[in-house]
C-alpha cells in the first residue's frame, strides 16, 4: 500500500470531525437563537457538558499555526482564550486579558431585571 492511500484515512477523520464541529456550532447557534436568558442558560449548558464541547477546541485545525494566530494569543494571554471568552459571555462575567478586562455583566439592557424583558440578557449571547 502507498503512503497516500495510508493518510487517507486520517484525513477522512479530520474531515469528519471539523464536519461535526461545523454542525455543533450550527446547534449552539440554534440554541441560543432568540438570546433571551433562558436560550442563553441552555446554550451554556450545551457548550460546557453537551455537544459543545467540540467548541471549546479553538482554532479547528490540526496543522501549525500561523502567525495571526499567535498574535492573539499573545495579546489575551492563553491558548484557550476563546473558551474563557465565551464561557464570560454566557455567564454574564468577566474576562481578564493582558490588554485588559471585558465585563459582559456591564452591557447596557438591565442585566437580569425582569421588569426589562428586552435587555434581560444583552450581552451575554457573547457575539
Known amino acids: ?9 486520517v484525513e477522512l477523520l479530520r ?14 447557534q440554534t440554541i ?11 446554550g451554556l449548558e450545551y457548550y460546557e457538558n453537551g455537544g459543545g464541547k467540540l467548541l ?16 492573539y494569543e499573545e495579546y489575551y494571554g492563553s491558548k484557550d482564550f476563546c473558551d474563557k471568552w465565551v ?3 454566557l ?5 481578564n486579558f493582558n490588554g485588559g478586562e471585558v465585563n ?7 442585566l437580569g431585571d425582569p421588569e426589562d424583558e428586552d435587555g434581560e440578557c444583552v450581552g451575554r449571547e457573547g457575539e
Open 91 to 95: 455567564k454574564g462575567g468577566k474576562f
Open 56 to 71: 471549546k477546541d479553538l482554532p479547528n485545525y490540526t496543522t501549525t499555526q500561523g502567525s495571526v494566530w499567535k498574535l
Open 15 to 28: 474531515k469528519d470531525r471539523e464536519i461535526e464541529k461545523e454542525r455543533c456550532e450550527k446547534e449552539f
Open 1 to 9: 500500500m502507498d503512503k497516500k492511500n495510508c493518510r487517507r484515512p
Open 104 to 110: 459582559f455583566g456591564n452591557f447596557p439592557g438591565n
Open 32 to 42: 441560543l437563537g432568540d438570546e433571551s436568558c433562558e436560550a442563553v442558560n441552555a
Open 87 to 89: 464561557t464570560a459571555a
